[in-house]
């Protein structure tokens, strides 16, 4: 199985659903699960909850993330809503505006 | 044609194969379906339905598709449409070109422009008076 990648210039708007990693350049409306690792690259927009393994965020999300490992807000990362994560770190120079959930 | 593009500039979106995507997939781009969309699609660049890939959609608007796997839906190409030996398309189809190889699986209705042969425009021609 390959991952998913949603590229740069292209939006989806809806459900994306996988059983491997997605990495999300572009923009996504809706929702994102996802039972391998997330990637939010920096220019990416994510309007969705998003959940699903470890979590790597340097774009913008705008949702609820609840990941089953650890979610890196990275720089650059904008995030609006609340992360429930075991592990969570946030770089200098991300932006987050939410709350932290790291009850297990 | 679609195969060369991708080996010459890659594709900048691919929906792997254990991917479900439900909705609308616009932009630009070329992208590879190895898993399944339940969605219309409307891409400036190339669309390649790999073997295994599945696109259930109303309409598809791409510049030029490669169908190595299933599409059902109405599609739109400005360039090329092309069905390899183990694709499937149900559908209306509109491109500049269509092939499709030995063994591919292709029902619907084909609108290309393309001109006919002197000969065969004056055969159409006293087809239609009569």
Do not use: W, Y
């Given at each position: 199985?390959?991952a998913t990648i949603i590229?740069?210039g292209?939006?989806i708007?809806?459900?994306?659903?996988?059983?491997d990693?997605?990495?999300?350049?572009g923009?996504?409306?809706?929702?994102l699960?996802?039972?391998?690792g997330?990637?939010?690259?920096r220019g990416?927009?994510?309007?969705?909850?998003?959940?699903?393994?470890?979590?790597?965020?340097?774009?913008s999300?705008t949702?609820?993330?609840?990941?089953s490992?650890r979610?890196?807000l990275?720089?650059g990362?904008r995030?609006i809503?609340?992360v429930?994560a075991?592990?969570?770190?946030?770089a200098d120079?991300?932006?987050?505006?939410g709350?932290?959930d790291m009850?297990? | 044609?679609?195969r060369?593009?991708?080996?010459?500039?890659?594709a900048t979106?691919?929906?792997g194969?254990?991917t479900?995507?439900r909705?609308?997939?616009?932009?630009?781009?070329?992208l590879?379906?190895?898993g399944?969309?339940?969605?219309d699609?409307?891409l400036e660049g190339?669309?390649l339905?790999?073997d295994?890939?599945?696109?259930?959609?109303t309409?598809?608007?791409?510049?030029?598709?490669l169908?190595e796997?299933?599409?059902?839906?109405?599609?739109?190409a400005q360039g090329d449409?092309?069905i390899a030996s183990?694709?499937s398309?149900v559908g209306?189809?509109?491109s500049a070109?269509?092939?499709?190889?030995e063994?591919?699986?292709?029902?619907g209705?084909?609108?290309?422009?393309f001109?006919?042969?002197?000969e065969?425009l004056e055969?159409?021609?006293?087809?239609k008076?009569?």
């Amino acid at each position: 199985m390959s991952a998913t990648i949603i590229g740069p210039g292209i939006t989806i708007e809806g459900e994306v659903v996988s059983d491997d990693e997605v990495t999300v350049s572009g923009t996504v409306r809706g929702k994102l699960s996802a039972r391998g690792g997330v990637t939010i690259e920096r220019g990416a927009h994510v309007e969705a909850d998003i959940q699903g393994g470890a979590m790597a965020i340097a774009g913008s999300v705008t949702g609820n993330v609840v990941s089953s490992d650890r979610v890196d807000l990275q720089n650059g990362a904008r995030v609006i809503g609340n992360v429930k994560a075991t592990r969570i770190t946030i770089a200098d120079g991300a932006q987050f505006k939410g709350n932290v959930d790291m009850d297990t | 044609m679609v195969r060369a593009q991708r080996a010459k500039d890659g594709a900048t979106g691919r929906i792997g194969a254990g991917t479900r995507v439900r909705g609308r997939i616009a932009g630009e781009g070329g992208l590879d379906v190895e898993g399944h969309v339940e969605g219309d699609v409307s891409l400036e660049g190339s669309l390649l339905v790999a073997d295994g890939g599945e696109i259930s959609a109303t309409s598809l608007e791409v510049s030029d598709l490669l169908v190595e796997g299933t599409v059902r839906g109405d599609v739109r190409a400005q360039g090329d449409i092309s069905i390899a030996s183990t694709g499937s398309l149900v559908g209306s189809v509109k491109s500049a070109t269509f092939s499709m190889e030995e063994g591919a699986h292709f029902e619907g209705d084909l609108d290309n422009d393309f001109e006919l042969p002197a000969e065969l425009l004056e055969l159409a021609g006293a087809g239609k008076r009569r």
